[in-house]
């Protein structure tokens, strides 16, 4: 008997050396975080356990080749001319695309603006394209253990519903799987959210052969999320959408509930919804019935911001532009004025 396991892991080995050596050859390698070395180390490290992903430090935007990206050490975009402005009332905007302000110049991005308008407040721009709630939760965390804010927005839109809802991948401009951290409940009824270092296989970033198994599970578990959620067969069934409602709305009471425990403010403001289906239905981002924390509706009126008026390059495809970004602020400056009225922008 011993004899045989010797000989069975011998084969093992053998198996998996003849492996390497052939996806060496075909020149496979081991993925890697696309994050720049340009960002400090708790940065660096947060990308690669805990998002997944962060954002490129300095580049031409794909939407508007007139506008250059330019993002701090920290991983902020630059939302003001003075990175360390001191005040005694921070602001975190947290999101997607949308807060970041793909195809928009800094100075007209949101976070930029209400820096202009109010400067006794510092608003930073922690918006990551491709982003969803989990990894915008994740975040929340991390700047409340590192950060020192006095409030936090969420900036939501539709779009988010899904994309935290169940294990599934994306792929980077260099054909790359990024893992996109989730949530959902186990089977005892247990809800976590997952980071990035959650899914890691053993051996995975030393051995061809297990990354090359991880990518097929990748590329698997993409195709199935696809197909059962971004397809849209999700709007047509009750059940399932009711289960990812549910779920995108227990990351947000998560976020508010963690703020709560660090004595931090919090509130979702909805930058754009679902303009084509019902306004009553809880898709509708101001109509969720399971959220618990505060809301503030910055959506455009009868869904302009779907509008080429109001996009990059008037292209329907491309991101809100500088004048959703205005409406925005404006929206979210009202807000700002009534809840803390000793920083109103009227006594600046």
């Known amino acids: 008997m011993k004899n045989f396991i010797l000989r069975l892991l011998a084969c093992i080995c053998l198996a998996l050396l003849t492996a390497e050596i052939y996806l060496a050859v075909q020149g496979a390698e081991i993925s890697r975080f696309g994050y720049s070395d340009y960002f400090d180390k708790p940065e660096r490290d947060f990308i690669e356990n805990i998002a997944g992903w ?27 001319m003075n990175e360390d402005k001191k005040t ?14 793909c195809g928009v110049k800094a100075e007209d991005t ?35 253990e590192n950060g020192g804010y006095s409030l936090i927005v969420y900036n939501a839109m539709a779009d988010h519903l899904c994309r935290s809802y169940g294990p599934h991948y994306l792929t980077d401009a260099h054909g790359q799987m990024l893992f996109c951290p989730y949530a959902d409940w186990d089977c005892f009824g247990r809800f976590k959210i997952y980071s990035a270092r959650d899914i890691l296989w053993p051996f995975q970033n030393c051995l061809l052969t297990v990354n090359e198994l991880q990518r097929d599970a990748q590329a698997y578990k993409t195709r199935r999320f696809r197909d059962k959620y971004i397809g849209g067969s999700i709007f047509s069934d009750p059940d399932k959408l009711d289960r990812c409602v549910r779920c995108y ?11 709560l425990e660090n004595n931090t403010d919090f509130v979702m403001c909805s930058l754009e919804g679902f303009y084509e289906v019902d306004p009553g239905t809880i898709v509708n981002m101001n109509c969720n019935p399971y959220i618990r924390c505060e809301t503030i509706n910055a959506e455009t009126p009868d869904g302009l911001s779907h509008t080429p008026e109001y996009r990059v390059g008037n292209n329907i495809s491309f ?10 602020a404006e929206a979210f400056s009202r807000w700002f004025d009534e809840k803390y009225p000793d920083f109103s922008s009227a006594e600046q």
């Not at 400067?119 to 990894?135: E, H, M, S, Y």
């Open 54 to 80: 962060g954002a490129n430090d300095y580049y031409r935007d794909g939407e508007d080749p007139d506008v250059f990206i330019k993002l701090w050490k920290n991983g902020a975009r630059e939302s003001r």
């Open 88 to 101: 005694d009332f921070r602001v975190a905007f947290v999101g997607c695309s949308y807060t970041f302000g």
């Open 110 to 144: 949101m976070a930029w603006r209400l820096n202009d308008k109010y400067p006794n407040v510092t608003f930073d721009n922690w918006g990551i394209l491709g982003w969803g709630p989990a990894q915008i939760y994740l975040r929340i965390k991390y700047l409340l």
């Open 249 to 259: 709305s227990e990351i947000c009471n998560r976020m508010y509930a963690l703020c």
């Open 319 to 328: 991101h809100p532009n500088g004048k959703a970004h205005a409406y925005w």
